[in-house]
């Protein structure tokens, strides 16, 4: 696989889910497709690599993984949400136990991206000592953007980018998430890193070199869209002059 240093910063950021754009000039923009596990089973192992969303509990990750790979489906990552408000953290080493013991199976390759799914509460000390859980195995978080409080999402980039761990989003403009995840990283205050969320796509990432985007990529590893992502993204990148 190409590593993102090699790809201009702008490449295969978009998880589509939803029926997927066939258009040809949309497809380096599209880095997976997203697909529930009961899904699977109907899914077309041709396409774009499949972000594999696990309905259940962590116990669920082995075997949709494995279903993908007897079918041929190829995998970027799997995501799991943690469905425990009450005890994140406890629920988060479930998960992580879960993953261990799928790729010890030979289920789940190392390769696949593990994105833990975050409640959308604030941040505070059982929050924080789950993504230090996800983090430990050096998994990915994933971050329920869409509805939710600027302000409380930048603290989330804050907790999540001062453990080094990377992310992936559903929701949100791509170009305002690279921004506000750029500044996060920068340091920047909340209401910065909140502006660059509700603030013009294109004004989020003014000023931003391509150094500086593709350093982004680092850790933002996707951005979740509906099936109209790859058409509403390529328009604000043809409007930055970077993409025809």
Same mark, same amino acid.
């Given at each position: 696989?190409?590593?993102?240093? =090699? ?21 380096d923009l ?9 899904? &699977? ?7 774009p690599p ?8 962590? @116990? ?11 079918? #041929? ?34 289920a789940l ?41 600027? &302000? *409380? ?7 999540? &980018? ?8 559903? #929701?949100? =403009? ?7 995840? *750029? ?13 660059? &969320?509700? @603030?013009?796509?294109? =004004? ?13 990529? *680092?850790?933002?590893? @996707? ?17 930055? #002059?970077?993409?025809?």
């Amino acid at each position: 696989m190409e590593s993102i240093e =090699h790809r201009p910063w702008w490449n295969g950021l978009l998880d589509v889910a939803g029926p997927p754009d066939t258009d040809p000039t949309y497809a380096d923009l599209v880095g997976s497709r997203v697909v529930v596990d009961t899904d &699977l089973p109907g899914t077309d192992p041709d396409g774009p690599p499949v972000t594999l969303v696990v309905s259940g509990g962590a @116990g669920q990750v082995a075997g949709p993984a494995a279903l993908a790979a007897r079918r #041929g489906v190829p995998l970027r990552a799997v995501r799991v949400t943690l469905r425990d408000p009450a005890d994140l953290r406890g629920n988060a080493r479930r998960v992580v136990a879960a993953v261990e013991a799928a790729r010890v199976e030979g289920a789940l390759a190392d390769d696949v991206v593990v994105a833990v799914g975050m409640p959308d509460a604030e941040p505070g000390a059982d929050w924080c000592a789950a993504v230090d859980e996800v983090a430990a195995l050096e998994l990915a978080v994933s971050l329920p953007v869409d509805g939710a409080d600027p &302000l *409380r999402v930048a603290a989330w980039l804050e907790a999540v &980018l001062d453990r080094e761990t990377p992310l992936t989003v559903v #929701g949100g =403009h791509p170009l305002s998430v690279l921004g506000a995840v *750029r500044r996060a990283f920068d340091g920047e205050g909340a209401v910065e890193v909140a502006g660059a &969320l509700t @603030g013009r796509p294109a =004004h989020a990432v003014t000023g931003m070199d391509e150094t500086a985007l593709l350093g982004v990529r *680092r850790w933002l590893r @996707g951005v979740e869209t509906g099936p109209d992502g790859p058409a509403v993204y390529a328009t604000a990148l043809a409007d930055l #002059g970077v993409r025809g």
